[in-house]
């Protein structure tokens, strides 16, 4: 399994990005998938939730700003970034917990990670 994610960029504050990422491989089911984010020399923190169902859940820092949203059939996360902040530049990493039969257990995957960038 293979999470490629993409969309990361450089924009002024106050734009907007969007994320994506696509799970490949082989695949029976994904549960929760997530956005992380990893800005320089701070640790790993987690931005945004959507369970399959689509439930959603976000960082008190970018509620209100960041939507995420998923596409089952294509095994795709996205990360939609509104009113960007130079506070939000980081490396932003997606993740998602894959059951790859019905016979085996859930598994956490990572993506190889987008950087973005927002100026001041």
């Known amino acids: 399994v293979q999470l490629q994610a993409s969309g990361g960029g450089l924009v002024q504050a106050g734009g907007s990005l969007r994320l994506s990422c696509a799970a490949s491989?082989?695949?029976?089911?994904?549960?929760?998938m997530n956005w992380y984010r990893q800005a320089p020399g701070k640790r790993r923190e987690l931005v945004a939730t959507?369970?399959?169902?689509?439930?959603?859940n976000y960082a008190d820092s970018v509620k209100g700003r960041f939507t995420i949203s998923r596409d089952n059939a294509k095994n795709t996360v996205y990360l939609q970034m509104n009113s960007l902040k130079p506070e939000d530049t980081a490396v932003h990493f997606c993740?998602?917990?894959?059951?790859?039969?019905?016979?085996?257990?859930?598994?956490?995957?990572w993506g190889q990670g987008t950087q973005v960038t927002v100026s001041s």
């Open positions: 959507i369970t399959n169902g689509g439930s959603t």
């Open positions: 993740n998602a917990l894959v059951q790859r039969s019905p016979t085996t257990t859930f598994t956490n995957y």
């Open positions: 491989g082989s695949i029976f089911s994904i549960n929760a």
